[in-house]
């Protein structure tokens, strides 16, 4: 496949041509007797990589499997670390690593070191049959915490750490702030992730691991952090603040929750310095069942892979926080180098996992989306996985 005209991260127009799944020529005017595809001067992406996707309502069936591929596919994402909700036995998983492999997206299943009942799994197990990563809560205990990072050490696996202490939020629901003191919600203090970054940077260091900070939503977390941490934070926690609860609105009912504008603007500007390495959708669907009721009860969570291409052009590219390739270091290039992925950069020789998107045209958040009264802009229109259209 030759596609032509085409600006390249946004830039200069140039052809790509593709062979056997890969990228062999960049340049002008080239030619080729295969398929020829006109971009018309359409931007020219690698395809999003998300360390942090979960399945509709946090529930496994082949119905919610392919509609998150379908939805991955529509938002840019051609590879995702897919969370643990799942809580499967060790023949279970084998099989569900077996449908994963049928998926036209890459899919790398993440486990909890915990099952439903508080047991440790049986990680050597799962790990020997496909696992791919760790995920830790910090708040675990210190046995917890110490086996975890032996087993990774061992089978060489990174640990994601969602760091938060609950003991010190009595069940909070939102950042513990004036709009939710004016709404009479709970909070979420920021001590309950700050303090939690300090002592999991300090037990890495002791173990020798490596630790993904999962979801970091503070000024204060990227602070306490070094620059050879790594660090994943969610894109609306870089658009919105914890103003967006007003009125009781359960789309802004996130976790970890949004913050003060003074920590979304230093995650911006954290993210412009190169300090975040992972950028993700945070997507964690609910039925709107689940979301449409009392803030206390609704569930948390975001439906946002569809829009996460839309909304990083919208709201970091449009606005000149970022030019396409260096946003691109944390959407793509950084997460497909963490998986071991020949792609994730525009580059001969590098996999053809590419996306032509439309930064012209605008598009519509659905109702119940945090987005609704936002305008969007940019659309995926062609997702080549491998050099094959996808969509």
């Not at 799962?126 to 675990?140: C, P, Q, V, W």
């Not at 060489?156 to 750490?161: A, D, G, L, P, T």
């Not at 569930?299 to 590219?317: D, K, N, P, R, W």
């Amino acid at each position: 496949m030759l596609i032509k005209n085409a600006k390249i991260y946004g830039e200069n127009l140039q052809d790509l041509l593709i062979k056997d799944g890969k990228i062999v020529k960049i340049g002008a005017n080239l030619d080729d007797n295969d398929e020829v595809l006109d971009a018309q001067g359409m931007t020219l992406l690698p395809s999003f990589v998300d360390l942090y996707v979960n399945l509709k309502n946090d529930k496994f069936s082949l119905s919610n499997l392919e509609l998150l591929e379908k939805e991955c596919l529509r938002g840019g994402v051609g590879a995702i670390i897919l969370r643990d909700c799942m809580d499967f036995d060790e023949e279970s998983f084998s099989l569900f690593l077996q449908n994963l492999k049928t998926r036209k997206i890459q899919i790398f299943p993440s486990i909890c070191a915990l099952d439903k009942q508080g047991k440790l799994k049986n990680l050597a197990t799962l790990f020997n049959k496909g696992a791919h990563a760790l995920e830790l809560k910090s708040s675990s205990n210190a046995n917890i915490l110490r086996v975890g990072m032996q087993y990774a050490l061992m089978k060489e696996k990174s640990i994601f750490v969602k760091c938060h202490d609950e003991n010190f939020d009595d069940n909070g629901v939102m950042n513990d702030c004036e709009t939710g003191f004016e709404l009479g919600l709970a909070g979420m203090s920021a001590v309950a992730e700050s303090s939690e970054v300090a002592k999991i940077q300090e037990i890495a260091k002791f173990y020798g691991v490596k630790v993904i900070f999962d979801l970091l939503s503070l000024k204060r977390s990227i602070e306490l952090l070094e620059d050879e941490n790594l660090k994943l934070i969610s894109i609306h926690h870089l658009i919105k603040d914890d103003s967006a609860c007003a009125g009781f609105n359960t789309a802004a009912k996130l976790n970890p929750p949004l913050r003060s504008k003074e920590d979304k603007e230093s995650l911006k500007q954290a993210l412009k310095q190169g300090k975040i390495d992972f950028l993700s959708s945070l997507h964690s669907a609910k039925s709107i069942s689940l979301k449409d009721l009392a803030f206390d009860e609704a569930a948390f969570g975001i439906h946002s892979v569809c829009e996460f291409m839309s909304l990083c052009y919208t709201f970091l590219i449009k606005e000149d926080l970022l030019t396409w390739q260096n946003l691109c270091k944390a959407t793509s290039q950084n997460p497909s180098e963490f998986l071991g992925l020949n792609s994730g950069i525009i580059e001969v020789g590098k996999e053809a996992n590419l996306v032509l998107f439309d930064q012209n045209e605008e598009i519509s958040a659905p109702k119940s989306s945090l987005y609704a009264n936002d305008k969007l802009f940019g659309k995926v229109k062609l997702h080549l996985v491998k050099g094959e259209k996808i969509i």
